[in-house]
């Protein structure tokens, strides 16, 4: 009868010791593990949203740049220097890198409007 009733006693007491255990550091690591996820939720569709956006303003970017008419400019007056300066800066490939440079100029302009970037 008594190892019975030790038995119980101390499963009685494993029991409250595991209810102890959950509320003192069970909830902590609950907590830490759910604001871990949340954390690592919201970088993550930041991230999304970022790419989504740099998609975006390089769209309204290049339809500024067509309105604007800036390649059309930028090829006339490259078209009117003199033909070794042209042969010279379409060797190092200026005219690319210059539409490169502007359109990442109206690029980065445009995001500035769109808002957490």
């Keep these: 009868m008594s190892a019975i ?3 119980i006693l101390a499963s009685i007491v494993a029991f409250f010791q595991g209810v102890w255990d959950f509320i003192t550091q069970g909830i902590y ?3 830490v593990w759910a604001f871990a996820k949340l954390i690592e939720y919201i970088t993550l569709e930041g991230l999304k949203f970022s790419i989504w956006a ?5 769209d309204i970017a290049k339809q500024i740049i067509l309105d604007l008419n800036l390649v059309g400019q930028l ?3 490259f078209a009117a220097m003199p033909s070794d300066v042209t042969g010279l800066l379409s060797y190092f490939q200026f005219p690319q890198a210059l539409t490169l440079v502007l359109t990442a100029l109206v690029t980065k302009y445009v995001m500035r409007f769109i808002p957490f970037l």
Excluded at 54 to 58: E, N, R, S, T
Aim: cysteine-free.
């Design 5 to 7: 009733l030790s038995r």
């Design 75 to 77: 090829n006339s007056a």
């Design 54 to 58: 740099l998609g975006f303003a390089w």
């Design 29 to 31: 690591d609950f907590a």
